[in-house]
């Protein structure tokens, strides 16, 4: 979450809704993100990765 949540920060998103649609980029390093954790902490790989 703190990945999206620095992107938001540097774009001035002022947490007044809607939020901004996230680029493809983002999504996709924060994915990333997510399966390394989960792959880290069960030791398995991730079933879609």
């Not at 996230?22 to 996709?28: E, N, R, S, T, W």
């Given at each position: 979450k703190q990945y999206v949540r620095n992107y938001l920060e540097e774009i001035g998103f002022n947490k007044t809704p809607p939020g901004p649609v996230?680029?493809?980029?983002?999504?996709?390093?924060?994915?990333?993100k997510y399966v390394e954790a989960y792959e880290?902490?069960?030791?398995?790989?991730?079933?879609?990765?």
């Open positions: 996230l680029p493809k980029d983002i999504v996709q390093a924060t994915r990333d880290l902490v069960t030791g398995q790989q991730f079933p879609w990765a």
